[in-house]
């Protein structure tokens, strides 16, 4: 350690000569604590030199790394891995083989049907066979004695559905009769009878409209006393 002789400071670097305050020579700090000598007038004088002060210590900062924290490396997690790996087929080929050689443990035990035992079952039929050809015979039998008792019923003849009849009362009292005509129109056809007004008119059917002057009504084809024609609606009562 160096010191500088006025101001009293003290400074660590050995490489500096002079004072950074006051540019003076700078000494050892064992020589500071040592007696100075000064001559005055050819004697010796001795003047012990106290330290006034504390001498003010610059130091360099040391810096410290933080310890770096070792973690757990890959090359021993990848062979951990390939190790477990290795473990699970292991066990797992363990696994299966155990499982073919109990299968092929009970194909060799399993007792294998004799030929003789085969054919005593295709020879005689079971009890549910005997049954079902049973009531198969009974069932032919009972339809042969229906059809030998049924009668030989006679071919129905067809017979086309007939017209709805309905009856009507004549209502003409102004001429006092209904014209019975041989064809459904007042002007071409012939008027063969005259049904009296009141009188009972058997109706078989009315078609489609059609017009008598002004007068919008149906042409109906009728029988009266034996006489088939056509009258017109208007002038009936149903």
Known sequence: MKQCPNCKTTYTDESLRFCLADGANL??????????????????????????????????????TPPVKKGVSPIIVGIL??????????????????TTRDKSSSVLVSPTPTVSSAVSKTDTPTDETAALKEKLAN?????????IQKPNSPAETFSPPKPAVNTARANSPRDGFLALRSEPNSEI??????????????????PKPSNVGKMTGRWCQVTYNGQSGWAFDKFMIF
Not at 139 to 147: C, F, S
């Open 27 to 64: 000494i050892s700090s064992s020589d500071a604590a040592e007696t100075v000598r000064m001559s005055f007038a050819n004697e010796p004088m001795r003047v012990n030199v106290p330290p006034d002060s504390a001498p003010t210590v610059f130091t360099t900062p040391i810096s410290q």
């Open 189 to 206: 056809g012939e008027r063969i009878a005259k049904i009296p007004h009141g009188a009972i008119i058997t109706v078989i059917g009315c």
């Open 139 to 147: 069932l032919e039998k009972q339809m042969q004695d229906r059809k």
């Open 81 to 98: 891995g390939v190790l477990l790996l290795l473990a699970v087929g292991l066990f797992a080929a363990y696994i299966l083989l155990r």
